[in-house]
Antibody
Framework: QVQLQESGPGLVKPSETLSLTCAVSGYSISSGYYWGWIRQPPGKGLEWIGSIYHSGSTYYNPSLKSRVTISVDTSKNQFSLKLSSVTAADTAVYYC?????????????WGQGTLVTVSS | QSALTQPRSVSGSPGQSVTISCTGTSSDVGGYNYVSWYQQHPGKAPKLMIYDVSKRPSGVPDRFSGSKSGNTASLTISGLQAEDEADYYCCSYAGSYTFDGVVFGGGTKLTVL
């Protein structure tokens, strides 16, 4: 059974960089699939942040691209998100998920999510 | 790329059927058969219910079905049960000169009366 678990600080100060890691178990990232980050502000809908392949190939949401970096560490079977220059608008539950694509496109496994609050 | 448009809420009684619509453009819903639907209960992670417009993952009841016509996709839940009360999000691949990724709908709250 594939499982994903987000981890990282729950509180980040404005203008600083948000850093989260997603640990994957039950599947080797090196075996394939894309892996993604999605966020959900309190009481609002889902927003795709970006996705990465095990080779390091990335796709980012253009609205966040200038501030986002997603990286992968196959030796630790995990991938990470960095979002710079955060503001209160970046307060959200951040989810990591496995993305299935190539003649299809959907997220099949999700982490439980982690709330990140941006506040001084 | 704008979010897909969903009704904010729908409701139905146990045993009835409800349909949730998801409207996009020719660059997303209308251009690809890559629409998926997710169910989210309060405080929980989204769960995949439908992918590729109308396919059901293993374990999802056949009461859930999906379809698409033009730029609008739909999720139909028949034989409503109390446990179906949740938020539902549609999602589509979107590809254009300026965007290559995923767009979600704003979400629909389903209330089982």
């Amino acid at each position: 059974q594939v499982q994903l678990q987000e981890s990282g600080p729950g509180l980040v100060k404005p203008s600083e960089t948000l850093s989260l890691t997603c640990a994957v178990s039950g599947y080797s990232i090196s075996s394939g699939y894309y892996w993604g980050w999605i966020r959900q502000p309190p009481g609002k809908g889902l927003e795709w942040i970006g996705s990465i392949y095990h080779s390091g190939s990335t796709y980012y949401n253009p609205s966040l691209k200038s501030r986002v970096t997603i990286s992968v560490d196959t030796s630790k079977n995990q991938f990470s998100l960095k979002l710079s220059s955060v503001t209160a608008a970046d307060t959200a539950v951040y989810y990591c998920a496995r993305l299935v694509l190539w003649t299809t496109y959907y997220f099949d496994y999700w982490g439980q999510g982690t709330l990140v609050t941006v506040s001084s | 790329q704008s979010a897909l448009t969903q009704p904010r809420s729908v409701s139905g009684s146990p045993g009835q059927s409800v349909t949730i619509s998801c409207t996009g453009t020719s660059s997303d819903v209308g251009g690809y058969n890559y629409v998926s639907w997710y169910q989210q209960h309060p405080g929980k992670a989204p769960k995949l219910m439908i992918y590729d417009v109308s396919k059901r993952p293993s374990g999802v009841p056949d009461r859930f079905s999906g379809s698409k016509s033009g730029n609008t996709a739909s999720l139909t839940i028949s034989g409503l049960q109390a446990e179906d009360e949740a938020d539902y999000y549609c999602c589509s691949y979107a590809g254009s000169y300026t965007f290559d990724g995923v767009v979600f709908g704003g979400g629909t709250k389903l209330t089982v009366l």
